[in-house]
């Protein structure tokens, strides 16, 4: 499939094989995956084409769910991710666990280097693009769920563009099970690379799998258009999931929730509880204040986000700005 469809890389997941390997496939391809649970749930993997296997330089596991193959391509760097997130339903602490290592995956990635990332994220992302307009070109169907929310959340949080949503298609179905239809497998890149990625479709009848389509991505890498430098950020915003961190995060929500206001002007908005957010931030310890003289509005947003679920708060983005609002207010 990968020489007939003209394949280069391929991102599979839910492959249930045991085991950190890498090994020769057919036509000289080159197949590496990060293994299945004992229970034999989850796995993923990437193969790579016979002439791009001699250009890997890197690979990294993250548990059962998420792999990452670093290439080396003339003068440009790609990370290719494959991801796979747990279905809807599962327990609240594995899927927090999964976006904590895709976030920690992508943190100790450069912004030199370009990121393409395709995963079955279970998650519907749905067409309303307001405030997410920079990563969401509004394309696609349904409507978003919690999951999608997620999705949103760290493509938000990462500027990584929803690659599928940008391009018009008659059919955006990516999986179909009993009658049901959905648009649950994604691929994301760099909101500054979007404008290298010509096409994105869903390639139906190739067996990819007995429910999921193949979703492809035809991408063509410009030399000597590396983005903006940066260095990685300072913030670690990890350390308020982890498990052991309730005290923590309970203060940091408590504190910001406390203290966020309301303004009329957009900028005075950000302005304000951007200040707000790094000031709890530095004094919890997570993040150093000669390293962070600022918070990014990116930043900003996906700290609002995690505290989306707190009691006696709700979002409104009417605005085209995430605002928290206490109560019925």
């Not at 791009?52 to 769910?65: D, I, T």
């Not at 599928?164 to 497998?185: A, L, P, W």
């Not at 500054?192 to 991505?217: F, P, R, S, T, W």
């Not at 504190?255 to 900028?267: F, S």
């Amino acid at each position: 499939m990968m020489n007939t469809r003209r394949v280069d890389i391929l991102c599979v997941q839910e492959t249930r094989w045991r085991g950190n390997k890498a090994k020769e496939i057919r036509r000289g391809c080159k197949l590496l995956y990060s293994g299945a649970e004992e229970n034999g749930r989850s796995g993923v993997g990437i193969i790579v084409n016979s002439e791009l296997k001699e250009k890997v330089v890197e690979v990294k596991r993250s548990g059962s769910r998420i792999m990452k193959v670093k290439l080396m391509l003339s003068e440009e760097v790609l990370n290719v991710i494959s991801a796979y997130a747990p279905q809807a339903g599962c327990d609240e602490e594995e899927m927090s666990m999964f976006w904590r290592e895709l976030d920690e995956v992508l943190t100790s990635i450069s912004e030199e280097e370009r990121v393409v990332l395709g995963g079955d994220l279970n998650g519907h992302i749905g067409t309303d693009r307001r405030v997410t307009s920079r990563i969401h070109g509004g394309l696609g169907m349904g409507e978003r769920n919690e999951e999608g929310e997620g999705i949103i959340d760290f493509a938000v949080a990462f500027d990584m563009a929803l690659i599928n949503s940008f391009f018009m298609k008659k059919d955006y179905v990516t999986y179909r099970s009993g009658g049901r239809d959905g648009q649950i497998d994604f691929l994301l890149c760099r909101r500054q690379h979007l404008k290298e990625v010509k096409d994105c479709k869903v390639i139906y009848g190739e067996n990819v799998g007995q429910q999921h389509k193949l979703v492809a991505v035809d991408l063509s890498i410009q030399k000597g258009t590396k983005g903006k430098r940066k260095s990685n950020p300072k913030i670690k915003w990890w350390e308020l999931e982890k498990a052991e961190n309730v005290e923590l995060r309970s203060r940091f929500k408590e504190n910001v929730l406390r203290e966020i206001k309301l303004e009329d002007d957009v900028n005075d908005w950000w302005e304000f509880n951007s200040n707000v957010i790094l000031r709890n931030i530095i004094d919890d310890g997570v993040a150093n204040e000669r390293e962070v003289p600022r918070i990014s509005r990116r930043e900003v947003r996906w700290a609002l986000s995690k505290m989306k679920k707190c009691s006696g708060n709700r979002w409104n983005t009417s605005r085209g700005v995430e605002v928290l609002r206490r109560g019925g207010d």
